[in-house]
């Protein structure tokens, strides 16, 4: 290596020194922050759900369509946007406002569980993104699917 590698690689790494001891000097100053953040959290909206966010649908058998509608309040003072909905099995299909709920306004989150091919215990996770904080709300649904009987066989 030549005189003047080892030369620019000392001073890079002289410069990485400094700016490693420099920059968290730089933000130990942000306790003024703590108050703006505090404020801008407050003016969130809010999901606040009327009812469960657990859904217990009980026993039914295999085939059935589950269909429950969770109600939920934005009780923020800023409109509420449901960014998108995730659930933890194809079989599950939500339905959701895509406009924006004004404060204190409610709404509703239509799910559907498909049981066919879903025989036994089952508790299925429907995953709420949007503008609040915590960024994200989980809401269940429960029961036991019953398994279909197959053709020529005796129950």
């Known amino acids: 290596m030549k005189q003047a590698e080892k030369s620019m690689i000392k001073k890079i790494g002289k410069y990485a020194l400094f700016l490693g001891l420099a920059l968290p000097l730089l933000n130990c100053s942000g306790t003024e922050n703590k108050g703006e953040t505090k404020q801008a959290v407050s003016k969130l909206p809010v999901l606040a759900f009327t009812d469960s966010t657990s859904f217990n649908f009980g026993s039914v058998q295999e085939g059935a369509v589950v269909e429950h ?3 939920f309040k934005n009780e923020g003072e800023y409109p509420l946007i449901l960014n998108n909905i995730t659930t933890s099995c194809g079989c599950t299909t939500p339905e959701w406002p895509k406009q924006p709920i004004a404060a204190n306004d409610t709404s509703s989150i ?5 049981t066919k091919h879903k025989p036994g215990p089952q508790v299925k996770t429907i995953t709420v993104y949007a503008n609040t904080d915590p960024a994200y709300s989980e809401l269940h649904l429960k ?3 019953n398994a279909e009987g197959k053709p020529g066989e005796v129950q």
């Open 143 to 145: 029961g036991i699917v």
């Open 110 to 114: 239509k799910v559907r569980f498909d």
């Open 69 to 71: 509608t969770f109600r």
